[in-house]
């Protein structure tokens, strides 16, 4: 009896998704989806939790890496794998994008990994309705530390082949189906369906949006299961943290130097100085972000006209989560969301968090202009 059950175990996720279902909010294509990133994101957890447990292992007591060592794959290379395969056998996936992807790969038969061009298969092209695009895990850098890292996806729909035009330099060369991967995945983030992210860390995290607010659940180990513990997330209106790479100060725009400096001084709308906090792990840095308020940023600098994070799969999930919590996303003049990319890998200044410190921010750059 499902209500005896979850009186113990409180809402889980696959529960949520079965009566989303079933009041028509999403269908059974993206439930489907929902289940292998679910099931995806506790292997990686599992993963995540026991890796210096594995690195020990190859290394030995002494410290000498054995033969198995130097072949070991990265766990982002791993993690990726995870992913899509788990996405690969719901059979309701026309694309995923991942960033460990060079280009966008058919999720079905997932064997065009290594070609340069993407291809769909016949067969697939009719069962796959959505498209997936994914970072399996960021912030991969930090693990051997025990920092915390996350994985960030997001869920398109198939568009309207009719509705949608590559532009030339893009097409050229591709046939019909080959346009359409593409185009299918080079949507803005205002078309998102859902995105979420999963944050392993002292807990592990699982925030998603079906574009009806923010929910947030908890894996309970112990079941195995993730077990709704913020029916609606809200991010405050007002913040009193910032979180950036400030050692990247003197590379940015003026009114984004100015802004940082006038919070930090206690010179902004709030009167009083604000508090750094930085993981350098986007996954905790947002949801630090998006549970206490404040402002996120990876703004444009000398050096990367456009930042470093990547537009498909970190900027534009990131960016409809926050939006649906309440918060705002700007890359310092324009919606983040509004945005349509021109290719898979493309990177977005992001500046985004609570309404009202994302809105003083803009504030400098249109004083700018
Ligand atoms: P990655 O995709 O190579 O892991 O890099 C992304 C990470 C983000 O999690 C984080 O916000 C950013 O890089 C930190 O960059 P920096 O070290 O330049 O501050
Ligand atoms: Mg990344």
Not at 9 to 21: D, F, K, N, P, Q
Not at 46 to 60: C, F, I, M, S
Not at 68 to 91: P, S
Not at 279 to 291: F, K, N, P, Q
């Amino acid at each position: 009896d499902m209500d005896e059950v979850c009186e113990q175990t409180g809402v889980t996720l696959s529960r949520y998704c079965i009566e989303l279902a079933n009041r028509g909010i999403i269908d059974s294509d993206l439930d489907s989806i929902l289940n292998s990133i679910r099931e995806a994101s506790k292997v990686i957890a599992k993963l995540v939790n026991t890796a210096p447990l594995q690195q020990a292992e190859l290394l030995g007591l002494q410290g000498e890496i054995n033969v198995q060592g130097e072949d070991q794959k990265k766990l982002d290379v791993i993690t990726n794998d995870v992913f899509k395969n788990a996405l690969r056998y719901t059979g309701k996936l026309g694309t995923l994008a991942s960033e460990e992807e060079d280009e966008p790969v058919d999720g079905w038969l997932g064997t065009n990994e290594s070609e340069a061009i993407p291809v769909l298969s016949e067969e697939f092209a009719e069962t796959g309705k959505y498209i997936c695009v994914f970072d399996p895990l960021d912030g991969s850098s930090n693990v051997d530390a025990g920092i915390p890292v996350g994985t960030i996806f997001g869920v398109f729909e198939e568009p309207n082949m009719a509705e949608c035009e590559l532009p030339e330099d893009l097409s050229a060369g591709l046939t019909d189906e080959q346009q359409r991967c593409l185009a299918g995945t080079l949507q803005p983030g205002k078309s998102l369906v859902a995105a979420g992210y999963v944050l392993y860390s002292a807990s592990t995290e699982l925030v998603l949006t079906f574009g009806h607010g923010v929910v947030g659940f908890t894996l309970d180990t112990s079941i195995g299961e993730f077990v709704m513990t913020r029916p609606s997330i809200k991010i405050p209106a007002r913040g009193k943290i910032y979180s950036c790479n400030q050692a990247n100060i003197a590379e940015w725009d003026e009114p984004m130097r100015q802004y940082i400096s006038d919070i930090r001084d206690g010179k902004g709308q709030a009167g009083k100085p604000y508090s750094l906090r930085y993981i350098g792990s986007m996954v905790g840095d947002i949801h630090r972000t998006l549970l206490y308020g404040g402002i996120f940023a990876y703004p444009a600098d000398n050096k990367n006209q456009d930042g470093k994070l990547r537009l498909l799969y970190e900027g534009a999930p990131m960016s409809f989560i926050m939006e649906q919590a309440g918060g705002k996303a700007i890359t310092g003049h324009s919606r983040v969301l509004d945005i349509p990319p021109q290719f898979v890998h493309q990177r977005v200044p992001v500046i985004l968090g609570s309404a009202e410190d994302v809105d003083e921010c803009r504030k400098y750059f249109e004083e700018s202009d």
